[in-house]
């Protein structure tokens, strides 16, 4: 929606996944083999979650065990010499359950600087990844988990001229968190004052170390955060809930080779009510209202308020649904973009303010059977102090900038098991000086097809398109591009599941980000062998 990367607040089971230097999460070191769904949430959040989430959230769920303890191998192997394994375990035994993973990654890969370019040299890639989900049930409707991830990773890459580079980065990440919940309920809750009150505490901790060696230079990066979230949940009657919470999160970071040690402290608290009316029976009364504030108190540029407000209305003769929401959100500069002394300075700007919006959106969504339906949502923000970078590469606030678009989806459930999914982003963007946002394209398109054949044979075709883009701060661009992907699952026996995939079948030549390479058409089998 014309938002920065860095304004997508990452979550995996609570814990905030953003670093404080660099800002982000680098998805490229994720991997799925614990992951049990993916929640998207579009447009700003920040009166929930607070800082870098003017574009959304996206919140990633580890696998929970249940039913009686499996275990499962799997392995797949093609292109750019790429080899995967991985071990899982998930099950339930008396009041515990349990779901864990271990795997591995090893390519050969391809060049970091895009290979038209000249630049032949392949940059490979390891990860090692471990990631365990435990849970305890207590009496009396209480629960704890530990949820824990580990990550090490090595990288190889190319400078920033544009050339062959034998530099590389090594980086260790960790994540944990012993999240708490108790639910009292209607007759110890307030004396019946409510139907049920649900608590929850959540504490995490985050860390990573980064090693990166480019040419005779060095540099070496800690990340730290730790955080404590308390979360109370009321409802109060079947229609009407609130959330009320507080925040106490601490961030540092330091850059050795970049030279600063940073600490930042931010205090927070926040309360959401929902009220969501449904009768079935009465055309007229099917409302939703939902307000949300929220109030950061940060030591380095103090009190940040954000809020939300959402109307939604259904008609059940119709099965059409609309919805409207006003929102302000905030995104947070990051450790680097403040502090970094990366070329003496030159690439931080302590200067540099919260980047603020504030947001407008209304959508339809027409439901006409449990297997199709189709949406539209138009939505407006407004951007101030926008953080972006110069020609020079040097973080500025930008007086104003501006994103409006229309998504458009449509689902249909065709015969035979058959599904196709489309869906269509426009998005018109300028700065202060008219110039377009960086890295974002006016249109996209998405056209998927799935089909399920008696249960054993899951397929997959997708094609996307994504229009040209400002690539660089520079205003280099890069040009439109189209993919084209497929997938195949057979499931041969209740054990054996066998796999098989195609990446840019067609071969495209392109660029997501100016000079930077991405794959050439590719291919990966493999298989999945589960046991008791």
């Known amino acids: 929606r014309g938002a920065h990367n860095l304004g997508t607040a990452v979550l995996m089971d609570g814990i905030r996944m953003n670093l404080p230097t660099a800002g982000g999460y680098n998805f490229g070191n994720l991997t799925t083999d614990n992951v049990e769904k993916i929640e998207i949430l579009r447009g700003p959040q920040s ?8 574009g959304g959230v996206i919140n990633i769920v580890t696998k929970k065990g249940k039913g009686k303890p499996t275990h499962s191998i799997s392995f797949e192997t093609g292109s750019f010499d790429t080899v995967k394994e991985s071990l899982n375990s998930s099950g339930s035994i008396s009041n515990y359950d349990y779901s864990s993973s271990l795997s591995r990654v090893d390519t050969r890969g391809f060049s970091s600087i895009s290979k038209y370019r000249g630049n032949p040299e392949n940059d490979g890639y390891e990860n090692t990844t471990a990631s365990a989900r435990i849970g305890y049930n207590l009496p009396n409707d209480g629960r704890i988990e530990f949820v824990g991830r580990l990550e090490r990773t090595h990288l190889e890459y190319d400078n920033l001229s544009g050339s062959d580079d034998p530099s590389f980065g090594n980086t260790l990440n960790y994540y944990y968190s012993t999240p708490f919940t108790k639910t009292i309920k209607a007759k110890k809750a307030y004396n019946g004052f409510v139907k049920s009150w649900d608590i929850k505490l959540i504490p995490t901790y985050g860390y990573r170390e980064a090693r990166d060696v480019y040419g005779s230079g060095r540099s070496l990066y800690y990340d730290k955060t730790g955080a404590i979230d308390l979360q109370n949940n009321l409802n109060v009657t079947n229609n009407l809930s609130f959330i009320l919470g507080g925040e106490y999160k601490n961030q540092k970071g330091m850059g050795i080779g970049t030279d600063y040690t940073e600490s930042m402290d931010n205090w927070a608290h926040y309360i959401h009510a929902t009220y969501d009316y449904q009768d079935p029976g009465n055309a007229y009364k099917n409302i939703l209202l939902m307000g949300g504030y929220r109030s950061d108190d940060h030591t380095s540029w103090g009190e940040e308020i954000t809020y939300k407000f959402k109307v939604g209305y259904h008609l059940p003769k119709t099965n059409t649904s609309f919805h409207t929401s006003y929102a302000t959100a905030f995104r947070a500069p990051s450790l680097d973009q403040l502090y970094s002394q990366s070329g003496g300075g030159a690439f931080s700007n302590s200067s540099l ?5 504030k947001n407008f959106e209304f959508g339809i969504k027409q439901k006409v059977n449990d297997r199709s339906s189709m949406t539209m949502t138009f939505y407006n923000s407004s951007f101030r102090d926008k953080i972006a970078n110069d020609s020079a590469w040097k973080p500025q606030n930008l007086a104003k900038a501006h994103s409006m678009g229309i998504e458009t989806g449509i689902n249909l459930g065709l015969p035979k098991n058959f599904n196709l999914a489309l869906d269509h982003g426009w998005n018109n963007h300028w700065d202060h000086n008219n110039n377009d946002l960086i890295r974002v394209a006016k249109q996209t398109y998405r056209a998927t097809l799935t089909h399920d054949w008696q249960g054993k044979l899951h397929s997959l075709v997708s094609i996307y398109y994504r229009g040209p883009a400002t690539g660089s701060a520079s205003h280099k661009h890069t040009i439109g591009f189209g993919t084209v992907r497929a997938a195949f699952g057979y499931q041969y026996n209740k054990k054996l599941k066998l796999t098989l995939r195609g990446e840019n079948l067609l071969n495209e030549r392109y660029e997501e ?14 298989f999945t062998y589960t046991f008791n």
């Open 353 to 357: 303010l919260p980047e603020t919006s």
């Open 513 to 526: 980000k100016y000079q930077y390479g991405t794959a050439g058409i590719s291919g990966y089998a493999g």
């Open 47 to 54: 009166h929930i979650w607070g800082a870098d989430s003017t």
